[in-house]
């Protein structure tokens, strides 16, 4: 017996959002690791990041997140 999938027009709208929603998320990481690497020394020694690794997460891909991130 063949199956049928259709999409309701509200279903490909939540998954569009949903698709929306993560590519922002995506950008924002990418926007937030270019700011760590603007913070200068005494800003870094405020959040205890040492420059080698903000320089490190700054130089990860946007894409790249924790696994809790992805919930």
Known sequence: MARSFSLSRRDATAGSLFSFARMLGW?????QRRALLRLD????????VPRHLAADEAGRPFWDVPETWKR
Not at 27 to 31: F, I, M
Not at 41 to 48: Q, V
């Open 27 to 31: 950008l924002d990481v990418g926007r």
């Open 41 to 48: 020394d005494h800003l870094l020694r405020d959040i205890n």
